[in-house]
Structures are given as structure tokens and as C-alpha cells.
């Protein structure tokens, strides 16, 4: 494995590690990602990208 993963909200390839991290970082966040995103699995994470543009909301 690369230590590669897709981010499963841009679906732009990112670190691994980084998905899994701002995933437990940002709960409230990955909640607005889900509001958007219904399809969306929590522990799939997403890519910091995405993470901060959710932040922002």
C-alpha cells in the first residue's frame, strides 16, 4: 500500500494518515460534511482540503 487514499468528498487523492486524523479531529465538522453528503461514511474521513472548506461553513 502507498499510504495513499482517496478523500471520499473531492475524491482527490491524499495521505492516508491525514484522512484518518481529521477525522477524529473535526467531528462537528465531518457532521456538515454528512448534511451535504448523505452518501458519506464518517470513518472513510476526509482530506484536509475538504475538512478546512467544511470549517469554514
Known sequence: MNGKKIC??????TDAK???VCT????YVMDKIKE???EWVEKDG???KCV???KKL
Do not use: F, G, L, S
Not at 477524529?24 to 467531528?27: M, S
Open 18 to 20: 491525514i484522512v484518518d
Open 46 to 48: 476526509a482530506c484536509p
Open 8 to 13: 471520499p468528498v473531492c475524491k482527490k487523492e
Open 24 to 27: 477524529t479531529a473535526y467531528k
Open 36 to 38: 451535504e453528503h448523505p
Open 52 to 54: 478546512e472548506c467544511y
